[in-house]
């Protein structure tokens, strides 16, 4: 069984996550402790909420440090889900300019809302376009709906990086992947069944390298 640590900087519950973690088979540590994320075999960063309080809270336990050295020197499998996904970026403009972890080349900018159907925040269930293959998709099929709550979207520079788009407003990405460093920008563990296919495939997906 993977000792998946969940990292907590006090922006999340994070009890849907390790539930959805422990009925996937892995066994969820939820944490912002070094040395049980040191030991960790994969790394899960949620979020909701704000970015620059997130990057505060983060830096204010030391957490970029030690996430930069188990996932960006060790290669430590890693998910960021929502709010997590976008702290991967350089910078985001939420209330006020933020540098982020800047593991991906982007931005994170608010959602642009197009006709009266595109309201923001974007809350509920909506399709996922793969636009390439990733093992975080393995036995999901393209055009699967996954549960969104965000009001936010990751400006990607690296196109290379995008695995999947979803269609609202002018559209953002909604899935990444660079290396073993994955990010959803919906909730996987509110999902239902693909969602916790896809916790599944990351549990194991240092396996399908």
């Not at 960006?72 to 403009?93: D, H, R, S, V, Y």
């Not at 509110?190 to 396996?207: E, H, P, T, V, Y």
């Amino acid at each position: 069984m993977k000792n998946v640590a969940v990292i907590d900087y006090g922006m999340c519950n994070l009890d849907s996550i390790a539930r959805a973690i422990a009925l996937c088979g892995g066994n969820p540590i939820i944490t912002d402790k070094y040395r049980d994320i040191e030991q960790a075999d994969a790394i899960i960063l949620p979020g909701v909420g704000a970015f620059p309080k997130a990057m505060e809270n983060i830096k204010n336990k030391s957490l970029d440090k030690i996430l930069y050295e188990q996932v960006i020197e060790k290669n430590t499998p890693f998910l960021g889900i929502c709010l997590g996904m976008q702290l991967l970026a350089t910078k985001g403009w939420e209330i006020s300019e933020t540098e982020g972890l800047g593991w991906i080349s982007g931005e994170i900018k608010r959602l642009e809302p197009r006709g009266f159907d595109s309201r923001i925040p974007h809350v509920g269930w909506n399709e996922v376009h793969l636009v390439r293959e990733s093992c975080l998709f393995r036995n999901i099929p393209s055009g699967k709906d996954f549960y969104f709550v965000h009001s936010y979207h990751f400006c990607v520079m690296e196109d290379n990086v995008i695995v999947a788009r979803t269609i609202y407003g002018d559209g953002f990405v909604s899935a990444v992947q660079k290396g073993l460093i994955f990010g959803v920008q919906f909730h996987p563990e509110k999902s239902l069944r693909f969602g916790f296919q896809l916790i599944k495939n990351f549990l194991n997906a240092r396996d399908y390298q």
